[in-house]
C-alpha cells in the first residue's frame, strides 16, 4: 500500500470481491426447439453445443435485469450502498439512446441517500461488461479512487429475427464488486487486445431488437481476435513470469470463453492450440498438423481441416481446463455482455475452492465490430462463499421449462411491443422469481416505471 493523493492508501490485489447472476425464470429446450422449427435432429443441440436457452416476456428489460441483479447482490453480500463509489454497466441492449442503465440503477441508491457514485454505461457488442469490469479496476487502482468499492455490471437480452439464428440468443445479467484483497485478483501484466472495424453483428435499426449479422465474418473475427489475444497474453506471461515457451499447458490452469454458443469455445480452444503449433511446429505432439506448417495465417481461419485436428488435439484441455466454465452457456444461452462472466460464475459453481487456490484463470472476451482481450485473475483466497452464493446449479434446476410453441408467441409478443408508449406488459407475474424487478408500465413519454416482486 502506498499513499494516495487524497489521503487513502493504494490499494493491492484488487479484483472480484463478490459475484451474483441473474437469469430468467423460463427456459425453451433446444432439442425441443429443433422439432418445433422443422430443422434436422442435432443442429442446436450438437451443432451449437446447446441445451437450454433463456428468455423473457415484456415484463423484464436491461434495466429490470441490472436491478434484480444489483439488488439481489447487494442482500446476499450484505454490502451497504454508502460504501459503493463506481458502478459502470456493460450492455448493448439500450432502451434509451441517451439515458443509461446506471442511472435507472441509481434509484437504488436512494435511501442510502448516496449520489456520488461514478461510472455510466459502456457498449460494443459483448464487450462492454469486460469494459465495465477493467474501469472498475483501474478506478480502484487509480489516484483517484477514495477507498470505497465498486460494481461492474454486466448485461443483455439476446433475441434474434425467427429462423437460423433465433436458437443463439439467451438473456442473463451478472455483477461482481471490485475492491482490494479479493479472492479473484485481476494479474497486473498479462492483458493483451485486439480492435478493429468490421460490420459483422450489429444494430443499426433501433426500432427492433433484432440485430444485422453476417455470420462468416462474424466466425473469422472471433477466431483472429483469439488468435491476436493469445499470441499477446503468451508474450506476456514469457515475459512475466519468466516462462521460455508458454503454452496453453502451462500458461494458465483454467480457461474462460465468450460463449455465443459452446461449440464456438471448442472451436476458440482449437484455434489456441494452432496457435501453440505455428510458435513451435517441431513439438512432437504436432506430428498430425505437419501439412498445415505452410498455410497463410489468413487462409487458415476457414480451413476446416485445420479446426478439425485441433479440436481433436486440445479435447483433453477442453475436459480439464474449459468443460467446468460451460454450465451456464449451455443452459441459458448467450447473453452477450454477461456471457464471458456466466463462464467465471460457472467455473466458480463446478471446481472446489480448494482446487482453485493459487490457480491462473485466463479469460477471453470478445465483442463484434469488433473489441477483445485476454486477460487473467489469480485466486488468492477461498472462493466458498461466492460459489455458494451463486447456487448456479441449484437456481439453473429450479427454473420452468415452456414448450417452443409459447415461446415463439413471447418472441411475436416482444417484438410487437417493442418501444412501445403508453404501454402497460401483459406477462405474468407468476413467471418471476420472488425478488425479481420488472416493468410496470411504460407512460407516454416513454418513461418506464420498475415494480419487485415479493421476496417470499
Not at 450492455?91 to 435511501?111: A, G, H, P
Not at 463462464?343 to 469488433?370: H, M
Request: contains cysteine; proline residues 4%; charged residues 20%.
Amino acid at each position: 500500500m502506498t499513499p494516495n493523493g487524497n489521503g487513502t492508501t493504494r490499494p493491492s490485489d484488487v479484483g472480484i470481491l463478490g459475484i451474483e447472476v441473474y437469469f430468467p425464470r423460463r427456459y425453451v429446450d433446444q432439442a425441443e426447439l429443433e422439432q418445433f422449427d422443422g430443422v434436422s435432429t442435432g443442429k442446436y443441440t450438437i451443432g451449437l453445443g446447446q441445451s437450454k436457452m433463456a428468455f423473457t416476456d415484456d415484463r423484464e428489460d436491461i434495466a429490470s435485469f441490472c436491478l434484480s441483479a444489483v439488488q439481489n447482490f447487494m442482500e446476499k453480500y450484505q454490502v451497504d450502498y454508502q460504501s459503493i463509489g463506481r458502478l459502470e454497466v456493460g450492455t448493448e441492449t439500450i432502451v434509451d439512446k441517451s439515458k443509461s442503465t446506471k442511472s435507472v440503477l441509481m434509484q437504488l441508491f436512494r435511501d442510502s441517500g448516496n449520489y456520488n457514485v461514478e461510472g455510466i454505461d459502456t457498449t460494443n457488442a459483448c464487450y462492454g461488461g469486460t469494459s465495465a469490469l477493467f474501469n472498475a479496476v483501474q478506478w480502484v487502482e487509480s489516484s483517484h479512487w477514495d477507498g470505497r468499492l465498486a460494481l461492474a455490471v454486466a448485461a443483455d437480452i439476446a433475441v434474434y429475427a425467427k429462423g437460423n439464428a433465433r436458437p443463439s440468443g439467451g438473456a442473463g445479467a451478472v455483477v461482481m464488486l471490485v475492491g482490494p484483497n479479493a479472492p479473484l485478483v485481476m494479474e497486473p501484466g498479462l492483458r493483451s487486445t485486439h480492435m478493429e472495424h468490421l460490420y459483422d453483428f450489429y444494430k443499426p435499426d433501433l426500432s427492433s431488437e433484432f440485430p444485422e449479422v453476417d455470420g462468416p465474418l462474424s466466425v473469422v473475427s472471433y477466431v483472429r481476435s483469439v488468435d491476436e489475444c493469445y499470441r499477446g497474453f503468451l508474450n506476456n506471461v514469457e515475459r512475466v513470469d519468466g516462462v521460455k515457451q508458454a503454452t496453453l499447458a502451462n500458461a494458465a490452469d483454467y480457461y474462460v470463453f465468450h460463449s455465443p454458443y459452446t461449440k464456438q469455445v471448442v472451436k476458440g480452444l482449437a484455434r489456441m492450440g494452432y496457435v501453440d503449433f505455428t510458435r513451435q511446429p517441431d513439438a512432437p505432439e504436432y506430428a498430425a498438423a505437419q501439412a498445415f506448417r505452410d498455410v497463410e495465417t489468413s487462409a487458415s481461419y476457414t480451413l476446416k481441416e485445420i479446426e478439425k485436428t485441433f479440436v481433436g488435439l486440445t479435447k483433453p484441455l477442453l475436459t480439464n481446463k474449459v468443460a467446468p466454465s460451460l454450465l451456464a452457456a449451455r443452459d441459458i444461452g448467450n447473453s452477450y455482455c454477461a456471457s464471458l462472466y456466466f463462464g467465471l460464475a460457472s467455473l466458480l459453481s463446478e471446481v472446489p475452492s480448494t482446487e482453485l487456490q493459487g490457480r491462473r484463470i485466463a479469460l477471453f472476451s470478445y465483442g463484434s465490430g469488433s473489441a477483445a482481450s485476454m486477460f487473467s485473475f489469480r485466486v488468492r483466497s477461498s472462493t466458498d462463499q461466492l460459489a455458494q452464493h451463486l447456487a448456479l446449479r441449484e437456481r439453473l434446476d429450479s427454473r420452468t421449462k415452456v414448450a417452443p410453441e409459447t415461446f415463439d408467441q413471447i418472441m411475436s409478443l416482444r417484438e410487437s411491443t417493442h418501444q412501445l408508449r403508453d404501454y402497460t406488459p401483459t406477462g405474468s407475474l407468476d413467471n418471476l422469481f420472488p425478488g425479481t424487478y420488472y416493468l410496470e408500465n411504460v407512460d407516454g413519454k416513454f418513461r418506464r416505471q420498475y415494480q419487485r416482486t415479493p421476496l417470499n
